[in-house]
């Protein structure tokens, strides 16, 4: 079982910050990817930012050059959201691609943190 606790979502005014963190537990031999989805109302789900195990990084368009995505330790990741807009408001969930103890694989999905941007 492996297991993701996201933080750190709210409501901000349009051209805040917010941080978010995740951090994974459980039965993990290794997270090989871990990051951010997010889901706004009638939308699908879609890529915010994912951080590799050997740091490599990979941001949706609409975040690029706003949105920074970092990882502290093998298995927290932060997103540090700037000059955040009205569209940017979402469910956001954090996922990882785990390799288990056993050496299954796992990619569990946190319950999700709403990011509101309203002014």
């Not at 409501?11 to 941080?19: A, D, E, H, N």
């Not at 993990?28 to 997010?38: D, L, P």
């Not at 009638?42 to 050059?65: C, F, I, M, N, P």
Request: net charge neutral; charged share 15%; glycine share 12%.
């Amino acid at each position: 079982q492996v297991q993701l606790v996201e933080s750190g979502g709210g409501l901000v005014q349009p051209g805040g910050s917010l941080r978010l963190s995740c951090a994974a537990s459980g039965d993990i031999a290794s997270v090989n990817v871990m990051g951010w989805y997010r889901q706004a109302p009638g939308k699908q789900r879609e890529l915010v930012a994912v951080v590799s195990v050997g740091g490599s990084t990979s941001y949706g368009d609409s975040v690029k050059g706003r949105f920074t995505i970092s990882r502290d330790t093998k298995t927290t990741v932060h997103l540090q959201m700037n000059s955040l807009k009205p569209e940017d408001t979402a469910v956001y969930y954090c996922n990882a691609e785990v390799t288990t103890t056993d050496w299954g694989t796992a990619a569990p999905w946190g319950q999700g943190t709403q990011v509101t941007v309203s002014s």
